[in-house]
């Protein structure tokens, strides 16, 4: 006869002991839901309550404010701060999160409210959302319910073991979210930054101390030479993103059907390189190749490198400024607003100020140190959320 398992964590503080409990939620928690007021009666939405959506839940701040009146014409709730509200519907289905303001809930959100250690319950469901939308919303099809959520089972120790595993993983909690603070701090800093150099509000200096001559109007295509190269049957096939930058096609599609053999369809890449969607310009969709190997993306993006008098890591940052996209969008043509398109015969003709090359080294050693800080925050956030992970699977049962 198979022996039954033991409800007893792998990893525990030495204080406690005992086997936990397995509960059912609905015997331990009381749940409501919300309602939308009527989008039609414009009064509604003129109050200070503020409105929680599903894809609120984590916010300390909502774009929605609604009145008195709405709340009673409808049937929306009223939430506390520290509430648990779990996500029933929407891309984020099964997301969890400790209220961090009182307001309203609509009709996808479930608040839990129970005796037992909130922390520690939150910290449970969010640990159990994978299992939970793969048992319930296959294919991610569907939605979750109340019902659904009530019959969940938890495994639960005595409150003072709760309270001490809620601390400890709140604790690692704040540790991530101060880290992506930092991160985001650094994100804005460059962008300010960024703005105010190819503005000219700052200038750089030689390592002499001397200033650099002014920065010259020239054409785009007096630093860029364009690549024609046909693709090649050995070589991988790449796509370009805005999001992303360019990465493998088969990565980006995630469907083995969709990367085509036919290379006559290609271009070739190398490092260094530059890549443009002439439809898509205009939102970003340029991006350079750091890669250290050659590829083959679609022969309708225009391929360019940088001569001897353009610094590609310069241009790397000019040409996808905030400043620059937005030019993009302004000199685009075509009749049909979906159709506008930047031509790269069109784009190597804009004239624009532009510094020396040793200037440009100098902007650009400059930004690449404010990435290399960012790219160091990243690098903790995702240790400690691995960490964190870690220790879940072992302090959980």
Not at 201 to 221: M, S, T
Not at 249 to 263: A, I, N, P
Not at 306 to 319: I, M, P, R, V, W
Request: charged letters at 30%; one cysteine or more; hydrophobic letters at 35%.
């Amino acid at each position: 006869m198979q022996k039954e398992k033991q409800l007893v964590p792998k990893l525990r503080f030495s204080e406690f002991e005992g086997e936990w409990e397995k509960i059912k939620l609905e015997k331990i928690c009381k749940f409501f839901s919300g309602g939308t007021p009527t989008s039609s009666n414009k009064n509604f939405y003129t109050g200070s309550i503020p409105f929680i959506g599903s894809g609120n839940i984590f916010d300390s701040k909502v774009d929605k404010y609604i009145n008195e009146d709405a709340l009673k014409s409808s049937s929306a709730k009223l939430v506390e701060e520290g509430d648990i509200l779990y996500a029933l519907y929407g891309a984020n289905s099964g997301d969890v999160s400790i209220s961090k303001i009182a307001g309203a809930i609509n009709q996808a959100i479930l608040c839990i409210r129970t005796e037992e250690n909130k922390n520690f319950l939150y910290q449970r469901l969010s640990y159990k959302k994978t299992s939970i939308v793969n048992t319930y919303l296959q294919g991610g099809q569907g939605n979750l319910s109340a019902k659904i959520v009530k019959k969940i089972s938890v495994n639960f120790p005595p409150l003072p073991e709760q309270q001490k595993i809620a601390d400890f993983l709140s604790a690692v909690d704040n540790r991530i979210q101060n880290l992506e603070k930092k991160k985001e701090l650094l994100e804005q800093y460059k962008k300010g930054i960024t703005q105010k150099i190819f503005k000219q509000e700052i200038r750089f200096k030689d390592d002499d101390g001397k200033a650099f001559p002014e920065w010259e109007e020239k054409k785009l295509g007096y630093y860029f030479v364009e690549r024609k190269e046909k693709g090649l049957e050995n070589y991988p096939l790449y796509s370009l993103t805005i999001e992303d930058g360019v990465i493998p096609k088969s990565k980006r599609y995630e469907r083995e059907f969709l990367v085509g053999d036919t290379k006559d369809a290609y271009k070739v890449m190398y490092k260094n390189d530059f890549a443009f969607n002439p439809m898509n310009l205009r939102f970003g969709a340029l991006k350079r190749f750091k890669g250290d190997i050659m590829i083959n993306v679609s022969k309708y993006y225009n391929i360019f490198y940088c001569n001897e008098k353009g610094s590609a890591n310069f241009f790397d940052y000019y040409l996808t400024s905030y400043n620059m996209i937005q030019y993009y969008n302004k000199m685009a043509t075509g009749t049909l607003e979906e159709k506008k398109r930047v031509h790269y015969h069109e784009f190597i003709k804009f004239k624009k100020l532009i510094p020396s090359l040793k200037e440009q080294i100098k902007i650009a050693n400059f930004l690449s140190a404010i990435d290399k800080n960012i790219e160091l925050v990243n690098t903790k956030i995702e240790q400690t959320k691995g960490y964190k992970k870690g220790l879940l699977q072992q302090m959980f049962v």
